[in-house]
Every structure is written in structure tokens, then in C-alpha cells.
């Protein structure tokens, strides 16, 4: 038996998709690349802007012919979208071919649902909501040597703009004693970097104070935890996201600074530059907060790489309130921002603002931030040309190695295949505005 998995959205989902994969094999499913071999479609899919939506759709479109073809193929839809009030109304009407639709909460129901349908019992849905974390269920990676692994689960934010606390339910924080023994496991497979996920990393620990003796306490932080991962032997590099600026506390900063394994790369979603239409997003920081946090903990780590992620054309963003977020890029000197146009999302707060900003307006005002980003990112990488990077080589293609640097940045580099999942001392001889390409002085 095959499975064919589509997986949209973030690292979140990709995290879900691997346990989707272990568990599938263990009914002895092999996954495939190619829809028209698999006995089992599904897709992990995303909600956070229409688009996404709208890609799964159009999918789903697509699909019905495979199942005429195939009658007995399974289609399932789970992930975000299939966490959302009225979506199984929705799947009914725009997409019957689609045969279950599991939530996020409760991913480890798949191989049960998967047999009901198969056993001809029907259309299977469930949205319930536990709040129960599930441990040690199997997983497929993509790479050996790197792994995600999940630190929170939900987010208590409510940012008005954003779905994500509807979706993926209240925020929960994993036993620190889990994380630790899921990340030994992993470098004992030979991971040699960590990615600790989750919506509000810097929150970690917060649901979990009055539980088991463990976890009391000043044990249960993020900053402790990356303390106790500093100790895993063979663990090379530990990379984190995405961290709220609210909660950036002195004892992070301080952990970052003491912990050589931490990255140095610090993704810090700022959203917007104006005070203004932060307050309205209710992300809990103005711009002037923000800016201090960033020279705070450029203070301490100086070597920091910040990245964001900015959001054009909220409702009642003024042409000041863009210039607002264009200052802000140029002052604090991102590495990278991922840009967005504001998407309204049905049930949260923002998407009932009247002035919502025509979609013609929110492209002009994208590309107007995406023109001075991409100014930012070319100086920032020309200051790097001749400093030597230590580079984790992720692809290998026709004798060229691509790899993350600390800081994040993608460089290529020449090298052979063999060095694909080593550190590179990389130096740094071509500056562009996305990628850097260097010489290595050899794996070490
Ligand atoms: N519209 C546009 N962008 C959004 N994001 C979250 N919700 C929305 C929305 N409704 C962006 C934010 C967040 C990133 C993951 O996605 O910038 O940091
Ligand atoms: Fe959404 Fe804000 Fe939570 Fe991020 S912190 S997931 S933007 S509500």
C-alpha cells in the first residue's frame, strides 16, 4: 500500500507530517511521490492566509478524477484547515470525494479513521479539541541530520489578525524530561542540530509550573531548556523559532549568550512598525519596545542575525504607518523578512474591522517593503564577504554543497556529495541578495 502526503504551511505541519509517515508505515503504508500510485491521499494542510486555502481547494479539484479512476483510494484532509468551525460542512459540499477530516489535536486517531473508511463505515470526521499531548508516537524524517522537535503545541495570543489560537487550541508546553529525551534520541541517530518548534517558543514552560517535580519551577523555562540541550554531547547546533518579542526575557538573552550550541539566529516577528497598528494587532510591544529589545540583545550576543516577519495592509494602515515598518527594516537590519499581505481570517477579531485596505493597495505596499528588504539583505550579506561560516551542508548538487550558516543565512559552496549533513568552515566570497556562495576550507 502507498500513501501520497501533501504537506502545506510551517514547520509545525512538517513536524506532523513525519509522525503521520511513522505511523502509516507501521500499517504498512510505503509513502510515494506520485498521486497516481497511491492508495491513500493526504493533505496536511494550512490556514493562515486565503491563499493557502485556496491552493487545497484547487487541489482537492484535481483529485476527484483519481478517484473515479481508483474507487477504493482514501482521501484525507487534516492539519489546520481541518481544525476549522464549518469546515466539515464545507468538505460535504465543495469536496465529497474527500473521505475523513482529522483536526490537529488529535493526529494519532489517523490509523483508526483510515481503517473505519476502509472497512466501509463512511465519512469520518473529528475536531474535538483535548488539549492532550500524545508522546512517543513513530516518525519518518526527511534528513538524518537534522530533526524538528516540538517544544509547545497552541498559542494563547490571540494576535487579532491570526488563526493559528482557534486552530491549534490553547497554548501547552511538552514535559521538559520529553524533549530531552526526544532530542538524545534523535542525536543518537545522528542528528547534529535541533529545531525546537513551537508558535511562542519563549513561553515554554508556562502551563506546566504546578506539574510533576520535574517540572517546578525555574526548570521548566526555554532558557533552561537550551541550558540542559547545551550538554548533549555530538549535538552540534540548536536552532529555535519562532520566539514572541513580549516574552524575550534577560534569562533567554542570557541563555543564548552562555550557550556556544545556540544559534545565533534569532527570528523575532515584528509584524508592523507602527505602535499604532501593533496596539490593534494586540501583539503586546510598540515599536520603541521592540527596538530596545533588539539593541538588548545585540548588547549580549552580538553576533545576533535578526529575521522577521511583516504584515502589509492590516485594516486602517495608513501610507504613515507603512513608512512606520519601512524605518523600522532599515533600523534594526534584518537578514531576511518574509512578507505578507493581510488576509482577512473568518472568526478572528481583525477580519471584522471596517477599512480592510483593497487588495490593489496591499500589493503596492508589498512590493514597497519587499524593495527596501531586499536593500537591507544585499548589505548586510556584502558585510560578510572574506568572514569565514560555519556551515551545515544540507544539498548537494552537481558538486555544489547549500547549507545554513549560524545566522541562518543559505550559502553554496563547492564540495562532494559525502559532505552533505557536515559542519563546513565555509569563507564567504560572493554576496547576493538571497543566497551567498563561498570556498570551504574543509569539513571539519
Ligand atoms: N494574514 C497575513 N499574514 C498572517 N500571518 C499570520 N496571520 C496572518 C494573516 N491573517 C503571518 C504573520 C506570522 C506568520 C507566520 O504569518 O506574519 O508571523
Ligand atoms: Fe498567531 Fe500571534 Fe500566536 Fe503567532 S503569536 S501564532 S501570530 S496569535
Same mark, same amino acid.
Not at 160 to 171: H, S
Not at 334 to 349: E, I, K, L, V
Given at each position: 500500500?502507498?500513501?501520497?502526503?501533501? #504537506? +502545506? /504551511? $510551517?514547520?509545525?505541519?512538517?513536524?506532523?507530517?513525519?509522525?503521520?509517515?511513522?505511523?502509516?508505515?507501521?500499517?504498512?503504508? &510505503?509513502?510515494?511521490?506520485?498521486?497516481?500510485?497511491?492508495?491513500?491521499?493526504?493533505?496536511?494542510?494550512?490556514?493562515?492566509?486565503e491563499k493557502a486555502e485556496q491552493k487545497v481547494f484547487s487541489y482537492l479539484g484535481t483529485l476527484k478524477q483519481y478517484k473515479q479512476d481508483k474507487p477504493g483510494l482514501v482521501i484525507g484532509?487534516?492539519?489546520?484547515?481541518?481544525?476549522?468551525?464549518?469546515?466539515?460542512?464545507?468538505?460535504?459540499?465543495?469536496?465529497?470525494?474527500?473521505?475523513?477530516?482529522?483536526?490537529?489535536?488529535?493526529?494519532?486517531?489517523?490509523?483508526?479513521?483510515?481503517?473505519?473508511?476502509?472497512?466501509?463505515?463512511?465519512?469520518?470526521w473529528d475536531q474535538e479539541e483535548t488539549g492532550e499531548i500524545v508522546e512517543a508516537l513513530p516518525a519518518?524524517?526527511?534528513?538524518?541530520?537534522?530533526?524538528?522537535?516540538?517544544? #509547545? +503545541? /497552541? $498559542?494563547?495570543?490571540?494576535?487579532?489578525?491570526?488563526?493559528?489560537?482557534?486552530?491549534?487550541?490553547?497554548?501547552?508546553?511538552? &514535559?521538559?524530561?520529553?524533549?530531552?529525551?526526544e532530542s538524545r534520541q534523535r542525536v543518537a541517530e545522528g542528528a547534529v542540530e535541533l529545531m525546537y518548534l513551537g508558535q511562542n517558543v519563549n513561553a515554554y514552560g508556562k502551563t506546566l509550573k504546578d506539574e510533576s517535580a520535574d517540572n517546578k519551577g525555574k526548570e521548566a523555562s526555554f532558557a533552561n531548556l537550551l541550558y540542559r540541550a547545551q550538554e548533549i554531547k555530538?549535538?552540534?547546533?540548536?536552532?529555535y523559532m519562532t520566539s514572541h518579542p513580549r516574552d524575550f526575557g534577560e534569562d533567554l538573552i542570557r541563555a543564548i549568550a552562555d550557550c556556544p550550541k545556540v544559534s545565533?539566529?534569532?527570528?523575532?516577528?515584528?509584524?508592523?512598525?507602527?505602535?499604532?497598528?501593533?496596539?490593534q494587532m494586540n501583539r503586546g510591544y510598540s515599536r520603541e519596545e521592540y527596538l530596545a529589545l533588539v539593541e538588548r540583545i545585540r548588547r549580549q550576543v552580538p553576533e545576533a542575525v535578526f529575521t522577521t516577519d511583516i504584515i502589509v495592509g492590516f485594516p486602517g494602515e495608513t501610507?504613515?504607518?507603512?513608512?512606520?515598518?519601512?524605518?523600522?527594516?532599515?533600523?534594526?537590519?534584518?537578514?531576511?523578512?518574509?512578507?505578507?499581505?493581510?488576509?482577512?481570517?473568518?472568526?478572528?477579531?481583525?477580519?471584522?474591522?471596517?477599512?480592510?485596505?483593497?487588495?490593489?493597495?496591499?500589493?503596492?505596499?508589498?512590493?514597497?517593503v519587499m524593495a527596501a528588504q531586499a536593500g537591507n539583505s544585499l548589505r548586510l550579506h556584502q558585510e560578510l564577504l572574506g568572514q569565514t561560516l560555519h556551515v551545515l551542508a544540507e544539498s548537494w548538487d552537481n558538486g555544489v554543497l547549500s547549507g545554513r550558516a549560524d545566522g541562518n543565512q543559505l550559502i553554496h559552496f563547492p564540495g562532494e556529495a559525502s559532505g552533505v549533513g557536515a559542519f563546513h568552515q565555509v569563507k564567504v566570497k560572493e554576496a547576493q541578495t538571497w543566497t551567498l556562495k563561498g570556498e570551504t576550507h574543509g569539513q571539519e
Open positions: 500500500m502507498q500513501v501520497y502526503l501533501a #504537506t +502545506y /504551511g $510551517c514547520q509545525a505541519n512538517e513536524r506532523d507530517s513525519e509522525t503521520i509517515l511513522g505511523m502509516l508505515e507501521q500499517m504498512g503504508y &510505503r509513502e510515494t511521490k506520485k498521486e497516481e500510485e497511491a492508495d491513500l491521499i493526504l493533505l496536511n494542510t494550512c490556514s493562515i492566509r484532509l487534516c492539519g489546520c484547515m481541518a481544525q476549522e468551525t464549518d469546515m466539515i460542512k464545507l468538505i460535504r459540499r465543495r469536496a465529497p470525494q474527500v473521505d475523513l477530516v482529522l483536526g490537529t489535536h488529535k493526529l494519532h486517531r489517523l490509523p483508526e479513521m483510515i481503517r473505519n473508511v476502509q472497512g466501509g463505515l463512511g465519512f469520518q519518518i524524517r526527511p534528513y538524518p541530520f537534522k530533526a524538528l522537535v516540538n517544544i #509547545t +503545541y /497552541g $498559542c494563547n495570543n490571540f494576535c487579532t489578525y491570526c488563526i493559528v489560537p482557534y486552530v491549534r487550541g490553547r497554548e501547552r508546553s511538552r &514535559r521538559l524530561e520529553d524533549i530531552l529525551s555530538e549535538l552540534e547546533r540548536i536552532r545565533r539566529h534569532i527570528h523575532l516577528p515584528v509584524q508592523s512598525g507602527s505602535s499604532r497598528i501593533l496596539r501610507d504613515e504607518d507603512l513608512q512606520d515598518t519601512i524605518t523600522l527594516l532599515d533600523q534594526v537590519g534584518f537578514d531576511s523578512a518574509f512578507t505578507f499581505m493581510y488576509s482577512p481570517r473568518q472568526g478572528t477579531p481583525a477580519a471584522k474591522l471596517a477599512e480592510q485596505i483593497p487588495l490593489r493597495e496591499k500589493k503596492a505596499r508589498l512590493q514597497a
